[in-house]
């Protein structure tokens, strides 16, 4: 339940770095060496809060945005844009904030619905062709603004889980509170919510923390699994 609506269309420029494509219509400007320029799609949807996400193995990019619709298409080295087409899990709520990563490493798409003191979360490890649904959040992680961030664990934790190879986080907060869960079973479930950007007791006597916010940024995750 963040503020801005924005246009799909500054997306596309975003899918293409995040695929690593740099076509024709993306090259540097031989006018303007060092300046590079950009090409605009449109496939007909806006909305707030939109995500992408890139798929290495299918080599398609990953359009979500408020409501229920998950698309996904193809733009190949000459800048041309493919065909669009759905990929919205089975059940997909309507809502205001929708929030797609896929972990690079492993390749598992995840979407994530809010509804308020959870989410409703699904994964594929299929681009999008099926999806299993998941608990969604951890307990005490909750109310507005939930992201989600994938990757690998860090060291020495790295390659120990036999459930899936990484973590996944899910992270939320109430107004005074930001807490984050982690997942180590590939987002199928995960463990209580901690407090990563106040607590009550920072700021007592006052039930939103005081001057200290709880509205964090989107969790990302490095190849060396520091989130």
């Known amino acids: 339940m963040r503020l801005k609506s924005r246009s799909a269309l500054v997306l596309l420029a975003a899918g293409l770095v995040a695929a690593g494509v740099m076509p024709a219509a993306f090259a540097t400007s031989s006018a303007n060496a060092g300046t590079p320029t950009y090409k605009t799609y449109s496939f007909g949807k806006d909305g707030g809060e939109p995500s992408i996400a890139f798929d290495k193995k299918s080599g398609q990019t990953f359009y979500a945005t408020g409501g229920t619709t998950v698309l996904k298409y193809r733009i190949d080295s000459k800048g041309r844009m493919g065909k669009v087409s759905t990929a919205t899990p089975p059940f997909a709520p309507t809502t205001l ?60 934790l790295a390659g120990n889980n036999p459930l899936y190879d990484g973590a996944v986080y899910y992270c939320a907060q109430n107004s005074y509170n930001g807490a984050c869960s982690v997942s180590l079973d590939g987002g199928r479930t995960f463990g209580p919510g901690v407090p990563v950007a106040n607590t009550p007791a920072n700021n007592p006597g006052d039930p939103f923390g005081g001057a200290c916010s709880a509205l964090h940024a989107h969790v990302r995750v490095g190849p060396d699994g520091t989130a």
Not at 114 to 138: H, I, P
Request: proline share 5%; with cysteine; net charge negative.
């Open 97 to 156: 904030d929708t929030i797609m990563v896929e972990d690079q490493k492993t390749g598992r798409l995840f979407v994530s619905y809010l509804a308020l003191a959870c989410s409703v979360m699904a994964s594929s490890d299929d681009a999008g062709e099926s999806w299993q649904q998941s608990e969604g959040c951890g307990p005490g992680s909750l109310l507005d603004h939930q992201s989600v961030g994938a990757g690998p664990l860090h060291a020495p």
